[in-house]
């Protein structure tokens, strides 16, 4: 199958899953929304720095120049005492002097105790963290939509054993779980090389970004009881529908019941799901991160957590990926309250602002 089939095949297979009404919807909803523009703006700003990381940072986020330590975002400055020793009529004096450190233009959002540029460091601590909230959110989709689905369509024995499961995960709180889980399977760290540096696009930059596997697997395993309660809703729905009674009365299989026909009617609330539990997963990496679980080094949560000791003197080196977290989820959720909006009509929609 060359490109241009699998590109086919894949529209295809996503004009069944959303219909052309749906599209309609969304565009107009888009149109009317104020806060939808702003959340696409916001989450397409972060995917383009997160994605051109090594042609947007100013500077090597893991190169160290003691030189410039804790130096203030441009339009702040930093008061610091120095201490001294002066000659005064013929004795050695203990002076104590305070000065003033300017911020330096290369470095706008400061330095860390490191002195490594915070700007380069929240681009690329973008990667981990949107990576983390994407493929932990797909992962929790994946179980979450197949244990419900299964649930809601059989029923019975089936659905009071997979709901039981999930009201055992639902009893403990998410990141108490999630560091349990943590200790449970251990830290994986992938590394993963930088497609520009290694095609020698970008120099002097990081070769390879740490992907926390871990985390990925554990942020999955906790979320995925919502995809489940949302898909068994939607299942116990539209099992008893005609167009699935006729499909079954045909010989038609269950596994092809569930995907032809449970699936599509069923992924309007699931698409929404997903789009906020991209933001809540993000949180939980991050706090895993801020609590030395994760292993990335490049993160959000890691540079908050490095930043902790400082804030009295130096609070932007905990700030600016804070600022970070705080514009990512809610853009997410912006777009995730415009996909509901859009999705479905018995939710009046917010407007334009």
């Keep these: 199958m060359g490109l241009g089939d699998f590109l086919a095949a894949a529209r295809e297979r996503a004009s069944n899953l959303v219909s052309p009404r749906t599209v309609r919807n969304l565009k107009a909803e888009f149109r009317s929304s104020g806060l939808a523009k702003i959340g696409v703006a916001l989450l397409v700003v972060i995917l383009f720095v997160a994605v051109f990381a090594p042609f947007v940072a100013p500077h090597n986020p893991q190169a160290q120049h003691l030189n410039k330590s804790q130096l203030p975002p441009v339009g702040f400055s930093k008061a610091t005492n120095v201490t001294s020793s002066q000659m005064v009529n013929g004795s050695i004096k203990v002076v104590q002097e305070t000065k003033y450190i300017s911020a330096d233009w290369s470095y706008p959002l400061g330095t860390n105790s490191l002195g490594q540029g915070m700007l380069s460091r929240v681009i690329y601590g973008a990667r981990t963290s949107l990576l983390v909230g994407l493929l932990g959110t797909t992962l929790a989709a994946v179980v979450g939509v197949l244990v419900g689905l299964t649930a809601g369509y059989y029923g019975g024995k089936v659905d009071d054993g997979l709901m039981r499961a999930a009201d055992i995960m639902l009893a403990f709180p998410s990141l108490v779980l999630a560091v349990a889980l943590v200790g449970l399977f251990g830290r994986a760290e992938w590394a993963i090389p930088?497609?520009?540096?290694?095609?020698?696009?970008?120099?002097?930059?990081?070769?390879?970004?740490?992907?926390?596997?871990?985390?990925?697997?554990?942020?999955?395993?906790?979320?995925?009881?919502?995809?489940?309660?949302?898909?068994?809703?939607?299942?116990?729905?539209?099992v008893d529908q005609e167009y699935v009674k006729a499909a079954r009365s045909i010989g038609a299989s269950d596994s092809s019941i569930l995907r032809k026909h449970i699936l599509p009617n069923a992924i309007t609330p699931i698409l929404v799901l997903a789009t906020i539990q991209v933001a809540a997963i993000i949180l939980l990496e991050s706090s895993l991160s801020y609590l030395g679980f994760s292993g990335a080094s490049l993160s959000w949560g890691f540079d908050i957590a490095q930043g902790r000791q400082y804030i009295a003197t130096s609070w932007w080196i905990s700030t600016m990926p804070g600022l970070a977290i705080v514009f990512s989820v809610i853009g997410i959720n912006l777009i995730g309250d415009w996909l509901r909006d859009a999705l479905d009509p018995g939710i009046e929609g917010e407007g334009g602002m």
């Design 194 to 238: 930088d497609p520009f540096v290694a095609l020698g696009l970008a120099s002097g930059m990081p070769q390879s970004f740490t992907l926390p596997g871990t985390v990925v697997i554990v942020v999955g395993l906790v979320n995925w009881v919502w995809f489940a309660r949302v898909a068994r809703g939607e299942a116990l729905t539209l």
